[in-house]
């Protein structure tokens, strides 16, 4: 799945999202010329971690994400 963005009939922005067994795996940012990837960690039926390549299109920094293993919005269903 993509997300596309636009000025004019110019594409300046893409998000594609990978899916492995129903949940997202990754997804590849595209912008300005640039690109950066999140790839996504699951422990059991929650979602544990997201790490990011450095964002070209941001800040080049990269991050790594933990979240709350007790947390209702990390469950996946």
Do not use: C, H, W
């Amino acid at each position: 799945m993509a997300i596309r963005g636009y000025l004019g009939k110019t594409k300046n922005y893409e998000r594609t999202m990978q899916y492995a067994a129903g949940r997202l795996a990754s997804e590849e940012i595209q912008g300005a010329g640039k690109s950066s990837r999140i790839r996504y960690t699951y422990a059991g039926n929650r979602l544990a971690s997201a790490e990011s390549t450095n964002d070209t299109t941001l800040d080049n920094r990269s991050r790594k994400i933990a979240f709350r293993s007790g947390s209702p919005s990390t469950l996946v269903k």
